[in-house]
Every structure is written in structure tokens, then in C-alpha cells.
């Protein structure tokens, strides 16, 4: 597991002791994270690299997952698909397994921390269980901008208990919300495997592993198999370039525990993709491995992110970080990472057509393409690095635990 000082050649000594100083007034305080799943989705990756590190500056972070069963994880991706917009039936029936079901976590689970840090909507009930004595904040990870509105009138219900809500921008502020909104970013962890730096023979190996071929510049998306990340779209996209260039797409999707409809998804893929005539360039993956990812973000000729909504788009950074090319969906999170035509390419998210044509622009101007991928590495760097999230949360920390 990657210590702090060890990333002091990425940001400098002076951040780090920075960290350490603002973490000295939170010594003998203890923290924990919660939420529903330990891998597949941003929020694991970002706790899994985050919560060490918290640590590692002097103070106790712990995690626990929250335990639900399928009925419960297709509830919850429902309220999930509901505060990004999407019509919700919300039943009395779905209210009842939802609480419950945090209730029963509840139970067992005794939470005498200092602070508590709730992640996204699963978890969000189990404030009512217990007696507060502690700061409790609720991050929210989702683009909040058009919800459902009577699903967010209930939720509201359980965030009113919260001292303060973190949203990723701005522009998911509510404004009938009373509760205190703090704007934090996401971010990635550079030294992680996923982001690592790696040599050319684990690249081959990788690729030999998982049969991808390198004669035809590959086109990829790295996301789970769900309906807002377009997967269908990105078919389609890659059509139209296959008809200028000759090239592959690779869609690769690990299945996160806490995301039912991903199985559905991907068997739909497969079936589109086997009608396609040239169904042999296309690659479905839905292996769960980091260095996997890394592989296909660093030999991909450009990363497409095709999402139709997206609370921030880790998939997005982590590509800029390996200077990769990126074309991406003008929507939630990620026109905070790409700057049109400096750093990647933002096109509105049906505008099939203009991912095509700027993909194929990247194809065949090498020379913008590196330079597309140099200030990408830059921007993330200055503004999306893991030690810049967890001085934020110092920062937040310090302030509700005065
Ligand atoms: N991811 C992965 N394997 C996959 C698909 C996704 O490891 O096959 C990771 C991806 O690299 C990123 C995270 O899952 O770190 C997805 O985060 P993002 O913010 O892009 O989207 P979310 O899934 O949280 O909506």
C-alpha cells in the first residue's frame, strides 16, 4: 500500500508537509467512511486509495460497506437513476425495503467515531438509526441537477439530519436544500496499479492476455454497463469512424456488486455487437482488473466517455493522466476536466456524428494528439490528484471537528 511522503516526487516535499501539518489538530480523532460496495464504480476507487492516506497523516479513517441484498442494490439503483433525472415509481414498498434494510446495518454496526462520512444515496438512511452525537456528512457523488422530484423530497427527509452535504460542482447546489453544501472534487490516485506508471512488457503481456490486437489504432470506453455511459452510443460512434479508418473499440466494464441492470446491459451489447458485420473489432471486456485499465488508457489511441449523464467521470482524468486523447460527453463532471480543443474534446452527448469526426481528427494528426494528451496530464496533476482530495477533507474535517 502506496505511504504519503512517496508522493512527494509527484506534488512536492512542501504539499506533504502541508497535509501533515493541517492533520495535526485532528490527532485521536477517528473517522469513518461509508458506503456499498468495495470495488467497480468511482467512489470504491477513490475511498480504497483516500482512507490509507488519511491515516497515514495521524488520525484514525476507517470504512465499513454498507451489506444489502439484490432487492435492496435494485432499489437503490433506481433512487440512483431518479436524482439523475429519470422517472422514478417510488412505492411505498421500495421506501420501506430501503430504510429497513439500513436499519438492519444498523444494528450491528456501532458507529462511536468522531465523524461520520456517508457516501451517495444507499447509505443515506442510516442517520435516522442512531442517537447523533458527531458531525455527520453526506457526500454525494451523483449529479444532483434535475432529480426526481418527489424521490429527492424523501431523501431530503434524511439529509436535513446532515451537517453538511459535499457535492463535485457547483452546479449540483440545491437551492432548497438548508443543509451547508461544500463544493469537493474528485480525484485519482496517481501511484495506484490503475494509474501507475508501466513498462512496455506488462503492456504486451496484458494485451496478449486479454486478446487485443495492436495492428488498427484502438478506440475505447472504460465504464460500467449502464444506460448513462451510452454504451450504445459508443457503437454507433465507432461505426461512423470504422468507415473513414481502419480501427478497434474495446467497451471494457467491470460489474460493480452495488449495480444490477450491469449483467442486462452487457448481454444487450453482446447481442448488437454479433449482429454488426464487423463484429471482430469490437472487444467486450468485463474483467475486473486495474492494470488492465491502465493498459487500455495508455495504448488506446483515443478514450471516448460517451456518458449521457456523469457526476464527475474518474475514467476521464485517469485517461488524461496517461495522456491519452480524450472525446467526451459535455455533460456533469466532465467539462470541469476537459477544456474544448486544449485538453480533449466536449461534444454534446447525441452528437454522434461529432464524436466520429473529432476521433477521427485525433487519428490523423499525431502531432495534436500528443499535444492534446500533454496539457490533459497537466490539468489533472494541478487540479485532480488523491493528495489535493485528502487536503480538502482536512480541510472540512478540521472545520466540523473544531
Ligand atoms: N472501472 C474499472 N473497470 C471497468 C470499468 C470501470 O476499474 O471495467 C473504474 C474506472 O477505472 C473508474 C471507476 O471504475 O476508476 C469509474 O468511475 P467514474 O467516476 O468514471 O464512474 P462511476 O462508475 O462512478 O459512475
New binding site residues.
Given amino acids: 500500500m502506496t505511504r504519503l511522503e512517496e508522493y512527494r516526487a509527484i506534488v512536492g516535499d512542501e504539499y506533504i508537509h502541508d497535509l501533515y501539518q493541517k492533520a495535526k489538530k485532528l490527532y485521536h480523532k477517528h473517522i469513518v467512511h461509508i458506503n456499498s460496495t468495495f470495488q467497480?464504480?468511482?467512489?470504491a476507487?477513490m475511498l480504497i486509495a483516500l482512507v490509507p492516506l488519511m491515516n497515514d497523516t495521524g488520525f484514525d479513517a476507517g470504512w465499513r460497506i454498507l451489506h444489502g441484498n439484490p432487492d435492496f442494490f435494485s432499489i437503490t439503483k433506481k433512487f440512483h437513476n431518479g436524482l439523475q433525472g429519470e422517472q422514478i415509481n417510488l412505492s411505498d414498498m421500495k421506501k420501506q425495503i430501503y430504510e429497513k434494510t439500513n436499519y438492519s446495518f444498523s444494528r450491528y454496526t456501532h458507529l462511536d467515531h468522531d465523524c461520520i462520512v456517508i457516501h451517495d444515496p444507499q447509505p443515506l438512511p442510516i442517520i435516522k438509526f442512531y442517537r447523533k452525537r458527531q458531525p455527520w456528512i453526506w457526500r454525494c457523488?451523483i449529479d444532483l441537477s434535475h432529480p426526481d422530484p418527489e424521490l429527492w423530497n424523501f431523501l431530503k427527509g434524511f439529509i436535513l439530519k446532515y451537517d453538511v452535504v459535499i457535492i463535485s460542482d457547483e452546479k449540483y447546489r440545491k437551492k432548497d436544500l438548508p443543509v451547508a453544501q461544500r463544493i469537493i472534487r474528485?480525484a485519482i490516485d496517481p501511484l495506484s496499479p490503475?494509474n501507475m506508471n508501466i513498462g512496455n512488457g506488462t503492456i504486451s503481456r496484458f494485451l496478449k492476455k486479454f486478446d487485443i490486437p495492436t495492428d488498427k489504432p484502438i478506440l475505447t470506453q472504460?465504464?460500467?454497463f449502464?444506460k448513462w455511459k451510452d454504451p450504445n452510443g459508443v457503437i454507433e460512434v465507432f461505426k461512423l469512424v470504422k468507415e473513414v479508418i481502419d480501427c478497434r473499440l474495446v467497451l471494457?466494464?467491470?460489474m460493480?456488486s452495488d449495480d444490477p441492470e450491469a449483467l442486462r446491459i452487457f448481454e444487450k451489447i453482446e447481442q448488437k455487437v454479433q449482429r454488426y458485420r464487423a463484429n471482430k473489432d469490437i472487444i467486450l471486456?468485463?474483467a475486473?482488473n486495474?492494470i488492465l485499465?491502465n493498459v487500455l488508457q495508455k495504448t488506446s489511441s483515443v478514450i471516448i466517455q460517451k456518458s449521457i449523464k456523469?457526476?464527475?467521470?474518474?475514467?476521464?482524468t485517469?485517461a488524461l493522466w496517461k495522456e491519452t486523447p480524450v472525446v467526451a460527453s459535455n455533460v456533469g463532471g466532465i467539462p470541469l476536466q476537459i477544456k474544448d480543443g486544449e485538453n480533449g474534446f466536449l461534444l454534446e452527448p447525441n452528437d454522434e456524428r461529432g464524436f466520429a469526426n473529432r476521433i477521427v481528427e485525433i487519428l490523423e494528426n499525431p502531432d495534436m494528439a500528443r499535444e492534446l494528451g500533454k496539457k490533459g496530464k497537466e490539468y489533472v496533476r494541478k487540479n485532480f490528484l488523491i493528495t489535493r482530495l485528502l487536503m480538502d477533507y482536512l480541510d472540512l474535517l478540521r472545520e466540523v471537528l473544531q
Avoid at 40 to 43: D, N, P, R, T
Avoid at 310 to 316: C, N, P
Fill in positions: 467497480g464504480g468511482g467512489v476507487e457523488h474528485p490503475k472504460i465504464s460500467r449502464d471494457c466494464g467491470s460493480a471486456l468485463n475486473e486495474n485499465v456523469e457526476g464527475f467521470g474518474l475514467t476521464v485517469e
